[in-house]
């Protein structure tokens, strides 16, 4: 099943970000990129606040942030009301992001040396269901902190 994704990075991630279109697009997904287009330096909360707000406004099945770490573009878009960012390493986190904590944002880093493939992750995420049941309550709770 084909999905709606927006894509955003700042310069640390750029690369990586273009790699990881082209993946996406191959495959057959819907791919909005709103930047960054080069690897000229740019903030990376500002590209985090664009993507998220393109994500909330746009009808998106989920977004993916990148920057050098993941981590510094994460905590800017884990700011934003109703985004769950998941910084993610591995198949196994890449899966339980998505049975778990229905993740609507991953994060990953352009400078990072990853023991898998980005593109792996990425499609174990999108073939995961979340899980509902208990887990729903943990989200609700994770909202509520937002007030
Ligand atoms: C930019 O140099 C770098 O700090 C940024 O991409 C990211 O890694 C921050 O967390």
Same mark, same amino acid.
């Given at each position: 099943m084909n999905k709606k994704i927006v894509l955003g990075t700042d310069h640390g991630g750029f690369e990586l970000k273009e790699r990881i279109k082209n993946h996406l697009e191959k495959s057959g997904h819907i791919i909005i990129d709103v930047g960054v287009y080069n690897e000229d330096s740019v903030d990376y909360p500002d590209v985090a606040n664009k993507a998220c707000n393109e994500y909330k406004s746009g009808n998106y099945d989920f977004g993916i942030l990148f920057c050098g770490t993941a981590i510094g573009i994460s905590m800017a878009a884990n700011k934003i009301k109703g985004i769950r960012c998941a910084v993610i390493h591995d198949l196994f986190t890449a899966e339980m992001c998505k049975a778990h /904590? /229905?993740? /609507?944002f991953l994060a990953f880093g352009g400078r990072i040396e990853y023991n898998a493939s980005v593109e792996n992750m990425i499609d174990k995420f999108i073939e995961t269901t979340y899980e509902g049941g208990r887990h729903e309550q943990r989200l609700n709770k994770i909202t509520a902190l937002e007030k």
């Open positions: /904590n /229905n993740a /609507n």
